[in-house]
């Protein structure tokens, strides 16, 4: 049997060519136009909708749960189908050219709602168009990350590649935040429908150029399509059973809880808390320090992580943050400037994110292809965003809540238990889930060392090489030469290791069983939390409560589990007629 050990190969590796200047511009300049549509969506798009549209702020939030619900369950769907596309223009290229063109006309319809409407029919128009919007966002997002995870096999290129994409993100969200100033007071537009309708115009049309420019300058890798397709919940179990990838899966969901409750009680604090005389004006300052440090620091992370490592980069980069976050709790009236520079701080950390994450998650996926012998780009990327999507809904709708429950007046004067509300809300409260978040990613194994011998071992894999894995140390065999069929343990994985077993003592009849009373279980959990969303939503012109938002997202939740063990019921009725026999079982048990 041929082995190869990383401590003693020698075999010189193939140089991976770099990537050209003008590619990595084509693949980041999207994110220009994505950030400057997503300023809107976050922060001007509810109160455009219920002060000027005039439509009910309880539809509003219940159809801003739904969708968004609803978003969740679409990213593990887009990523299986993109993983699977095979096509002469690649993988990626056919849903980025169908999602951008009608997320641009969603986009725009969103902002452009017929001057007739209000109310009830404003809220429907809402809700489909904002719905519809997310849906072709996602059709060409995640094609589009999983491109960039493709671009580059260089553990440091990949820093350089998305820390270009970030500096056009951040700029795209500071031309978004300047961009209502700039229209009433350079253009003297004053009317907020033909504000926000020229705001989506100018970035819809601008989303279908750059990504026009990426589809015609950034070639696909074609031997990455070249692997046969993985079924969906396998992939789903075996992305689960790779341990970088479920310290990254387990950090997002941690840092998605708190991750709206700055943008979102930003304005509270400066109004209540901080009692600056001009709170709009302030709040622009404090949005363009922010964001503005946080592009300046790009270029200082990216060398940060080719310097040390793309870990502890992370980890500096969330003390910093964490730090700066909690001295805002200590500060109150009077101390304008020195929330300045507490943003200042902030705003430096903050473009880590966008630089060092995506990197490492490329980096996740080949340890993934060195196990699996699969390149799951795609997959890998939905998976990471369904559950941070999920949880970060009731983040972005409880915060409101909790003040609504201590007495919050608008325009009025808040009393002491409002005024520390919002001080533990913005300061303590996100400040507790980064430190428990850099608790879990330190644990994260992907050395610059770990991932080039990573890279060596899908090397040998391919010359039909034994390798031993870095992170384990066990000798992994390439797909073509285990033990058990590379197709059945696939199919196996289908099921759970506690299904297995069951499986082996009481025959193939127990799978169909199992994932039956799965799907009644999710289903019934599913129709239980809808029920309860129906009962707690009240009177639709007032904010839903805590419950109703918890109840959608439980319902979200329920029903995407339902949906995965719907598509395990097929599986199982195979599984008696598989000839796959308890003692293959027992060896892939083994495997795992």
């Known amino acids: 049997m041929k ?7 020698h075999e010189e590796a193939p140089v991976e060519k770099p990537i050209p200047l003008s590619r990595m511009l084509a693949f980041g300049a999207p ?5 400057g549509m997503a300023i809107p969506i976050a922060v001007l798009m509810p109160v455009f909708y219920s002060d000027v549209v005039m439509a009910p702020l309880g539809t509003i939030a219940l159809a801003i749960a739904i969708a968004r619900s609803f978003d969740a369950l679409t990213d593990p769907l887009m990523g299986w189908l993109s993983d699977r596309t095979r096509s002469r223009f690649g993988r990626r290229k056919p849903w980025i050219a169908l999602g951008v063109p009608l997320c641009a006309v969603f986009f725009y319809l969103l902002f452009a709602p017929p001057g007739q409407i209000t109310g009830q029919a404003a809220g429907l128009w809402f809700g ?10 996602t059709i060409y997002q995640v094609p589009h990350g999983a491109l960039g995870s493709e671009l580059t096999l260089d553990y440091d290129e990949r820093s350089k590649l998305f ?3 970030s500096l056009f993100i951040l700029v795209g969200i500071l031309t978004a935040s300047v961009a209502p100033s700039i229209l009433s007071g350079a253009f003297d ?23 026009a420019a990426l589809l015609r300058w950034v070639p696909e890798r074609p031997e990455f399509a070249k692997s046969d397709p993985n079924p969906l919940v396998p992939g789903v179990r075996r992305a689960l059973r790779n341990r970088p990838f479920r310290i990254f899966f387990f950090a997002g969901m941690v840092s998605a809880i708190p991750a709206a409750i700055p943008g979102i009680l930003i304005p509270y604090y400066t109004t209540y808390v901080l009692q600056v005389a001009d709170p ?15 592009l300046i620091a790009v270029p200082i992370w990216m060398r940060l992580a080719e310097r ?11 003390i910093i943050g964490t730090t700066g976050g909690t001295c805002l709790f200590f500060l109150g009236d009077g101390n304008s400037m020195v929330v300045l520079g507490i943003f200042l701080l902030i705003g430096f950390a903050s473009s880590t994110g966008l630089v060092i994450l995506p990197s490492m998650v490329a980096d996740v996926i080949d340890y993934d292809e060195f196990l699996t012998g699969k390149r799951r780009e795609a997959q890998f990327g939905s998976f990471w965003a369904i559950v941070p999507k999920f949880v970060a809904i009731p983040g972005a709708s409880l915060p409101l809540a909790l003040l609504a429950w201590v007495g919050y007046q608008p325009n009025e004067v808040q009393s002491d238990e409002v005024v520390l509300t919002i001080r533990l809300l913005l300061g303590i409260f996100p400040a507790a889930f980064n430190i428990l978040t850099v608790a879990i990613l330190v644990r994260y194994p992907l050395s610059r060392a770990v991932h080039a011998t990573i890279r060596e071992g899908i090397r040998a894999h391919n010359r039909g090489e034994s390798f031993k894995d870095p992170l384990s140390d066990r000798w992994i065999e390439p797909s073509s030469r285990r033990l058990l069929d590379n197709e059945d343990g696939w199919f196996l994985d289908t099921f759970s290791h506690a299904e297995l077993r069951r499986i082996v003592q009481s025959g193939p009849r127990r799978a169909l069983q199992d994932v039956l009373r799965a799907v009644i279980a999710s289903g019934l959990l599913a129709l239980a939390c809808g029920w309860l969303a129906w009962q707690t939503v009240g009177d639709l012109n007032s904010e839903p409560g805590p419950s109703t938002i918890l109840a959608v997202v439980g319902a979200g939740l329920s029903i995407t589990a339902m949906c995965f063990h719907l598509l395990r019921v ?23």
């Open 128 to 137: 489909v168009t904002y719905t519809a919007y997310f849906l072709f966002h």
């Open 570 to 592: 097929q599986p199982a009725r195979r599984l008696r007629h598989a000839g796959i026999t308890s003692e293959r079982i027992e060896a892939h048990l083994a495997d795992i």
């Open 280 to 294: 709009e004006q302030w709040l622009g300052i404090l949005l363009v320090t922010y964001f503005g440090t946080g």
């Open 3 to 9: 082995q190869s050990d990383p401590e003693t190969t």
């Open 163 to 165: 820390g270009i994409q």
């Open 31 to 35: 994110g220009f136009a994505g950030a």
């Open 308 to 318: 040390f490592s793309k870990l502890w980069t992370i980890v500096a980069s969330a």
């Open 189 to 211: 537009i004053e009317n907020p429908r033909t504000t926000h309708a020229l705001i989506a115009g100018f970035f819809a049309t601008l989303l279908v150029v750059l990504y």
